[in-house]
Structure formats: structure tokens, C-alpha cells
């Protein structure tokens, strides 16, 4: 009788897993070195620490990439939907259910080393001739708020910031935070000496995984937890200096 409910208790179990498994997705965005695709393989920072800690609660979740608007999109409309990598804002804290911080992280304006022009102030900033942005996201909405009239949205990923910047198409970039710009750096084969951070900060929030508000808070618990056993054992510095 023991062996009988035992039996039924780990299929009542499994069965749960399962159903659940089904009901939950994670999406996430191109945005390197957070998470991005490389040789076709979803990898990156957070992707590895989000892996690692569904390998601590036993989750077995799919993980889809999409583009950043329709992420954004999935994340408030489906339901049981976790995405990161996500800076955590006050107008965005109501909207979710979060884990975290992953990272604490901040975002410089860039521009190319030689250039004759060089931007040292806020004023300075906000009088260039163009600012380059991605069309779309938090980077060009925080710029907009803060008055910038000079944004030139046009590029669709954050490598073309860097060929247009290269190619004397824009003289000011604004996209990616520190481990952002020395990825793309690499991937494009420039000179560490190139690029010429403008010191005026632009943002500085903590990146997390963000839970659609109806996921379970003890889904939600337990991955608070499992992020929190990477924290106290090492794994996750490890995962990230795997991408300074």
C-alpha cells in the first residue's frame, strides 16, 4: 500500500512538472553579451546564469529568442512568461515579478577616439548634430524623456551602431553598457583604443528576470533562491567574468 502511494505521489509529481513545463515559456532579445546567438546557439551571460539556475529547481523551460519589441510584447500579453535580460525601472516595477539583480550595469554615449569634436558635457550632448540609437527600447525612450531632440533612430541592432559609427554616419552612438561595447569591439576586430567612452552616464539600473504577474510566487521563490545559491557558491562571478 506504502509502495502504491508512494508511486502515485512521484507520478502526481512528474505529471505537475510537466503540465507546468508546458505552460511556462522564457523569451529573451539579442542584446550580447547578455544573451544573443552565436554559431546558431542561444549563449551569453544571463543565458548561462537563467540555465544554470533552472538546473538548481529542475525547471525545463523553452527558451525562445525574439526581437525586442515583440519580446517586450509577449512578456506583458501570454501568460507564465519570464524574459530577461531586463533593467528594473520604477515605471516597469508594477508590471512584473522580478529576480535578481543579476548585474549592476551603466550606459555611456561613444564616439570614435580621433574624432575633432570631442563631447564632454551634458550640453555638448544635447547640442550634437545626431545621436545614434536602436529604433526602438529603453535607451532611446530614457534619451527622449531626458530631452534629447537630436536622436537618430535608425539602427535595428546594436553592431550597426558600431559600422555606422565606423563609416563617419553618425559621430555619437548610445546602446550598450561597458561589456556591451568591448563585445562588440572584439567581434568587429576594433582597436582597443578606438572607441572614446563620453563621460556623461545615461543609465544605471541592475539587470533581472522579469515574471509576468501571474506566474507562481513559488516559481518566482524558488528562483530567487536558486540565483541566490550561484551568488553564495561563486558560480555566479564565474558566469560573469566569463564576459568582461
Known sequence: MKYRTFIAALLGLLLGTLARAEQYQVVTEEWAPYNYKENNQLTG????????????????FEVVMLPSMRAARVLTSRPKTIMYSLFRTAEREPLYKWVGPIVEESIYPYQLANTS????????????????TRH?????ETLQSLGFGNLDKSATTSQQLYLMLLAGRTNIIVGDT?????????????ASGALRQIPIEIFR????????????????????????????????????????
Open 117 to 132: 569634436q570631442p563631447v564632454n558635457s551634458l550640453e555638448q550632448l544635447l547640442r550634437a548634430p545626431q545621436i545614434t
Open 205 to 244: 539600473s541592475s539587470l533581472y528576470i522579469a515574471f509576468s504577474r501571474d506566474c507562481e510566487d513559488e516559481l518566482v521563490a524558488s528562483w530567487a533562491k536558486a540565483l541566490e545559491q550561484l551568488r553564495q557558491s561563486g558560480g555566479l562571478e564565474r558566469i560573469q567574468r566569463r564576459y568582461e
Open 45 to 60: 551571460m544571463t543565458t548561462e546564469i537563467v540555465r544554470a539556475i533552472m538546473a538548481l529547481t529542475g525547471d525545463d
Open 178 to 190: 561597458a561589456a556591451g561595447v568591448a563585445y562588440h569591439r572584439r567581434q568587429l576586430n576594433i
Open 136 to 140: 526602438a527600447g529603453l535607451v532611446p
